[in-house]
């Protein structure tokens, strides 16, 4: 398809200053029936179509079309030629190759407008038959275009007093159902239950502003919980309260609430509300901290093909968790849901690399995931929502292998424990407590059959496993 320039660089083309001029992706590609007829009818190689693809995608996706077209005086030809994209380090076996974007490409500050361009169209080419967007990496410009969270980790930490250690919040069970005054009810509960301890409460991705559980009722009055539990605990608190909105104007009235209320926090589902939403909440600079839900994600992240780690086929088209992680820590969330270890959500074993895309500064790519690491500047580090299916019993496993610098989010794995809500605050304050301590779980449950934790885990078990 490439026809007007070659947008296949020679074998062993590298990009020329790549962290500073150009922005990079990481493709895998299949030929469609279609393609592979052609090929087979022009005896072209496999070889050669893989280039097509490579070099079509690098058209596609920045200067080119299908067809020769006018280059005569002021076509933008001579511009067009110079910008262009170029596929490179194309990987025969594995169908895999990167595309290196010249960064004039772009409009720097606009997300929008980039992926329109570096995955707009090539999704759609019926040339190729699937597709996984795997990594992307930003130019220092355009990194530096954008203000990056807020808080992070380390603002967050500062805003709860709380310097060390995991934080837990509870997403209240059924996720609808409750109204703003049960829902309040059980944010006292669970702030002031056990040693009054336990951090947070959080809306459902899909609790907005409901007939019987209003917006601005819940979150005035949960806040109102929130500041009597802190007075009577000296714990700081926090309520991740979903502002989530198509209108950009109605989520921020719904964050001024939350500050005027004292809250520091607005939660937003970041794929559903989008990039728009994302960056123009962030860019208001309303003192609150984001805290990202990706509900409807796995409508693009989710591939069950083979080819999901770069070897083998791919049956569909995706964007890997990887690139969604950079881009929301680029356009400024505090807190993301990224996944966890063999939690109720698919993850690919990738959750542990996704914590370093979102806190690493000077990320490496992955040895076994095709990833493509990231220098990261001035952007803070981002909390990692571990979240979906958790119980107590899968603590000392997730903060092995996740860090501290995460949120463990339990909705089921409180409201589920046979003998009460205040029993499971009190088991996931014993699981935590333990962790910091250093003593092994399973040990002290022996010892304290009769304990929360211990009820806990008798129900649930140790460790994550996939639940249904
Ligand atoms: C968890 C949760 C979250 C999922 C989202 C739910 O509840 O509230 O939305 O974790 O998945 O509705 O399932 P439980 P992810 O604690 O009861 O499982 O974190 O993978 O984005
Ligand atoms: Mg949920």
């Known amino acids: 398809m490439a026809v007007q320039f070659d947008y296949l660089a020679r074998k062993g083309w590298k990009p020329k200053n790549e962290d500073k001029d150009y922005l990079i992706t990481l493709l895998k590609v299949e030929f469609s029936k279609a393609a592979l007829r052609e090929a087979r009818n022009k005896k072209t190689s496999m070889k050669k179509l893989f280039e097509d693809a490579a070099a079509s995608v690098a058209a596609e996706s920045s200067t080119g079309t299908w067809t020769k077209v006018y280059a005569g005086k002021d076509s933008g030809i001579p511009l067009a030629g110079k910008l262009r994209a170029m596929a490179y380090d ?3 076996k594995n169908s895999t190759f990167k595309v290196a974007y ?3 490409l772009f409009e720097l500050d606009n997300i929008s407008g980039l992926l329109a361009g570096i995955v707009g169209n090539i999704a759609g080419m019926k040339m190729v038959s699937a597709m996984r967007f795997y990594d992307v990496k930003f130019p220092e410009k355009m990194i530096k275009a954008f203000p ?4 992070g980790v380390p603002g967050v930490r500062k805003m709860l007093k709380k310097p060390s250690g995991c934080l837990v919040a509870t997403v209240p069970k059924p996720k609808i159902g409750r109204s703003d005054v049960e829902q309040s009810n059980l944010a006292k509960e669970l702030f002031t239950s056990g040693h009054g301890t336990y951090d947070g409460i959080k809306d459902d991705e899909n609790l907005t502003n409901l007939s019987f559980n209003k917006f601005d009722k819940r979150c005035k009055m949960i806040l109102n919980e929130l500041k009597k539990a802190e007075k009577k605990t000296g714990k ?4 991740l309260c979903n502002i989530t909105h198509s209108n950009i104007e109605e989520m921020a009235r719904r964050a001024k609430l939350i500050k005027k209320n004292g809250g520091v926090f607005m939660m937003m589902d970041v794929i559903t509300t989008g990039f728009t939403g994302v960056d123009s909440m ?4 309303l003192g609150l901290a984001i805290h990202a839900h990706r509900a409807m994600h796995g409508f693009i992240t989710r591939d069950n093909s083979p080819g999901v780690h770069g070897h083998g086929k791919l049956y569909g088209f995706s964007i890997s968790m990887i690139v ?4 929301f820590r680029l356009l400024g969330v505090d807190s993301i849901h990224g996944g966890s270890p063999l939690a109720k959500m698919e993850d690919y074993g990738e959750a542990e690399y996704i914590t370093r895309v979102l806190q690493d500064k000077n990320l490496k790519a992955h040895s076994k995931i095709p990833s493509l690491g990231q220098e990261w500047y001035h952007i803070k580090p981002v909390w990692m929502a571990a979240s979906g299916g958790l119980h107590p019993g899968d603590f000392e496993s997730v903060l092995d292998k996740l860090g501290e610098d995460i949120l463990i989010q339990c909705g089921g794995g409180l409201l589920g424990h046979p003998e009460g809500v205040a029993r499971g605050v009190q088991a996931i304050e ?11 779980m399973r040990v002290w449950v022996k010892k304290n059959p009769d304990s929360a934790l211990a009820v806990a885990v008798n129900l649930w078990g140790y460790g994550p496993k996939i639940v249904y």
Do not use: S, T, V
């Not at 969604?324 to 881009?327: D, G, I, N, P």
């Open 90 to 92: 194309l990987d025969y």
């Open 102 to 104: 010249p960064i004039k």
């Open 282 to 285: 962030r860019r208001k600079n």
């Open 236 to 239: 700081k608190k926090f309520y």
């Open 148 to 151: 990056g969270p807020a808080f």
């Open 324 to 327: 969604l992680a950079k881009l």
């Open 430 to 440: 014993e699981a935590r407590i333990l962790y910091e301590k250093k003593i092994p």
